[in-house]
């Protein structure tokens, strides 16, 4: 939207930039940063609690903390040649607190101001248009944009109301650990669910996981949900699944604080059967974080001048895709500023998705079913975990599978799934396969290396019908 010259706020105003972002998560940071690069445009982060957000002290990065180490000891269990490798518990909690920076931002602060980028620390909320108002320790503080208020806010967990009066651990208790329950429920089945059930289990805990489905990690391909349930059972972990929880009662409600355990024992009921805990992690999803940014009720199409971005978008909650988004919106803007011509984006950008579980599961792009019901005729093919030696040669038991999904159209890739130790590192092939739209016949000249668990894409493509192999 064009602005009037007449209503720019001074360019000397200390209040007043090209772009406030609010949210100084990974998005947030991201947006500020490639909004203004290599142009004289401004940015500003406002942040309510700690620069870095949600991945960097409650989410993405202590849950990989905690989880390495787990799967590292899980399969030196599963490895011949190799004796004696435990868990220490209070080593693994202090190797998240250092990854966590031990809940301090000062470093990251020092990133942005580096770039330029001033923080100010407070509560943002809409107020007008290109108008922020901040909510700081000293007061408010009213900020204005030249050209784009972005809402990089993040997301909050949903926690049915049946859970409401027990104060249950949410994935911040999780994370952040500091006694461990000797018996605790998590209720959902998703990557937080399954991924806080690994570390848990491996810390002490009973852990019993009630799933309102019938499968675990339910967007992936079925068989990924499967693998994770046998290797959680065989870890210990009770997995329940059509748990339809009817009560949830706390006689004693305790504020001890983060990652610790919350009150007394929670008795949860399903029906006529009662299970008691510890503790309960609800892990039954997240939504945009929105509610307390001002937004009108009735907000219809945001203005131009309006963005969200990352978690608060509604677009996949990952922090590499928010931050792809950011890059991708933050060039538009800073093209716009410079009279460039943005960059083009490619027709097909998947999303690619890692579970940090033990097996991993990654999958980028389309499942068989999802592709099928957008109306793609489709090649699927499967090949077990130990379909290459590479990939066998890794724990001795190792079991999991790797997935193709190919357009019979076009020979073209448009979903792949790995589901084995270190999964998450076939990934990245399958990506640039699909944004690169490579066809099958050329993915056949990729030669992978002997003996790697690359090797599974050998098996995946000599696996196909001879017409998806040799060019017509
Ligand atoms: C347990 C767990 C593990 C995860 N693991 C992974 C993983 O391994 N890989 C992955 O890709 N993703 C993972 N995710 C998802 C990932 O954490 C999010 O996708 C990512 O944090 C989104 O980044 P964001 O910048 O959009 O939001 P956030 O990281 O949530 O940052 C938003 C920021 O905005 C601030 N804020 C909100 N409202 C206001 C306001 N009104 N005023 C001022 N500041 C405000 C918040 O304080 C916060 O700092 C995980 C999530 C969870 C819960």
Redesign the pocket.
């Known amino acids: 939207m064009a602005q009037n010259p007449d209503t720019r706020p001074p360019e000397s105003d200390p209040r007043t930039f090209d772009i406030v972002v ?7 940071e991201n947006i500020a940063q490639y909004a203004t690069e290599g142009t004289e445009l401004t940015s500003v982060l ?5 620069v870095g ?3 960097s002290y409650w ?2 990065m202590p ?2 903390a905690l989880l390495r180490p787990v799967d590292v000891v899980e399969t030196a269990h599963h490895l011949p040649g190799v004796t004696g490798a435990q868990l220490d518990r209070d080593a693994l909690l202090r190797r998240r607190d250092y990854w966590v920076s031990d809940y301090n931002d000062a470093g990251q602060v020092g990133w942005a101001e580096g770039a330029g980028i001033p923080v100010i620390r407070g ?3 809409l107020s007008g248009e290109r108008q922020v108002t901040v909510t700081t320790a000293e007061g408010e503080v009213l900020v204005t944009a030249r050209r784009h208020v972005v809402l ?4 909050s967990p949903t926690v049915p109301e049946l859970y409401a009066g027990v104060a249950a651990w949410g ?1 911040r208790d999780a ?1 952040g650990v500091r006694e461990i329950p000797a018996r605790l429920v998590i209720i959902g089945g998703g990557v ?1 669910a399954c991924e806080a059930a690994t570390w848990l289990r491996a810390l002490g805990s009973r852990v019993t996981l009630l799933v309102r489905g019938d499968r675990l990690l339910d967007r992936a391909e079925p068989a990924a949900g499967e693998h994770v349930r046998q290797a959680l059972t065989e870890a210990g972990v009770t997995v329940r699944f059509g748990a339809e929880v009817t009560e949830c009662v706390r006689e004693e409600v305790a504020d001890t604080g983060l990652g610790r355990i919350h009150g007394g024992p929670v008795t949860v009921r399903l029906g006529a059967e009662e299970l008691v805990a510890d503790e309960i992690l609800v892990a039954t999803g997240r939504r945009p ?1 929105l509610a ?2 001002g937004l009108p009720e009735d907000a219809g199409d945001a203005p131009e001048w309006l963005i969200a971005v ?3 978008s509604g677009e996949a ?4 895709w ?1 931050k792809y988004r950011a890059r991708v919106i933050g060039e538009r803007i800073a093209a716009a500023a410079s009279g460039r011509t943005p960059q083009p984006v490619p027709e097909q950008v998947p999303v690619p998705q890692v579970v ?1 579980t033990t097996p991993q599961v990654a999958w980028v792009g389309l499942t068989e079913q999802a592709a099928r019901d957008a109306g793609h005729d489709v090649e699927a093919i499967e090949v077990p975990w130990g379909a290459a030696s590479g990939a066998s040669l890794l724990r001795e038991d190792a079991h999991g599978m790797a997935k193709l999904v190919v357009d019979r159209a076009t020979h073209r890739v448009l979903g792949a799934s790995f589901v084995g130790p270190e999964a998450g590192e076939l990934l990245q092939a399958a990506t640039i396969a699909i944004v690169g739209q490579v066809p099958t016949e050329v993915l056949r000249h990729a030669v992978p290396s002997y003996p790697t668990a690359s090797e599974l894409w050998l098996r995946l493509l000599d696996g196909l019908p001879t017409e998806f192999r040799w060019p017509a």
């Open positions: 609010i949210g100084a998560g990974p998005v947030g406002i942040e309510a609690e700690l957000g949600e991945c989410a993405c849950s990989k509560h943002g909320r990089a806010t993040g997301s994935s994370t937080v974080r307390d940014v990352g978690d608060a909650p990952l922090t590499h928010g940090f």
